[in-house]
T-cell receptor, first 114, second 110 residues
Framework: GAGVSQSPSNKVTEKGKDVELRCDPI?????LYWYRQSLGQGLEFLIY????????KSGLPSDRFSAERTGGSVSTLTIQRTQQEDSAVYLC????????????FGPGTRLTVL | EDQVTQSPEALRLQEGESSSLNCSYT??????LFWYRQDPGKGPEFLFT???AGEEKEKERLKATLTKKESFLHITAPKPEDSATYLC???????????FGGGTRLMVKP
């Protein structure tokens, strides 16, 4: 079946502009996660959605970052007033349930802030 | 705070030369240790989940084991197509996210 999909695959933007990154999880998966992978660093948790519960935003690095999930499916990660340090690969993952289940990752969006 | 350390950072092997990758962790209540494979330009691909010390799982040339402090990913007679970065991650009993190690970049030469 179809895996997690993300768009765009690459995004180049200028410092100070806003960007939106999209994630389509695997159908039927109730949990959705966003991670960031910077050059030379490991994956860093950003935010977690589970069903209709309030999202876990504990990993968001600043208030310039926000995310929403509409209808329990598609999610959008928004970065406002982008900075050069925001350059990274943004990965989305989904899992069948929120507790203890394997997370399946999409291919990521490579964001470059000039 | 959960911590995951992987070693070595990079490993070069000849085809057929077996070896092991290490993942040391500290976590407040382990609720799963995960191994992923990541190829360049792609997202991590799920390999294994281990839940308790003594547990082992195998898939083709890969075998993952778990103790209370570390996990090993054993690679038996590797092939060039096993070349990738292998990531280890833990999940604790309080949160929903994974804490990842820095990964081991494996290169298998023919």
């Amino acid at each position: 079946g179809a895996g997690v999909s993300q768009s765009p695959s690459n995004k180049v933007t200028e410092k100070g502009k806003d960007v939106e990154l999209r994630c389509d999880p695997i159908s039927g998966h109730t949990a959705l996660y966003w991670y960031r992978q910077s050059l030379g660093q490991g994956l860093e948790f950003l935010i977690y959605f589970q069903g209709n519960s309030a999202p876990d935003k504990s990993g968001l690095p600043s208030d310039r970052f926000s995310a929403e999930r509409t209808g329990g499916s598609v999610s959008t990660l928004t970065i406002q007033r982008t900075q050069q340090e925001d350059s990274a690969v943004y990965l989305c993952a989904s899992s069948p349930m929120g507790q203890g289940n394997e997370q399946f990752f999409g291919p990521g969006t490579r964001l470059t802030v000039l | 705070e959960d911590q995951v350390t992987q070693s070595p950072e990079a490993l070069r092997l000849q085809e057929g030369e077996s070896s092991s990758l290490n993942c040391s962790y500290t976590v407040s209540g382990l609720r799963g240790l995960f191994w992923y494979r990541q190829d360049p330009g792609k997202g991590p691909e799920f390999l294994f989940t281990l839940y308790s010390a003594g547990e082992e799982k195998e898939k083709e040339r890969l075998k993952a084991t778990l103790t209370k402090k570390e996990s090993f990913l054993h690679i038996t007679a590797p092939k060039p197509e096993d070349s990738a970065t292998y990531l280890c991650a833990v999940r604790n009993n309080a949160g929903n996210m994974l804490t990842f190690g820095g990964g081991t970049r494996l290169m298998v030469k023919p």
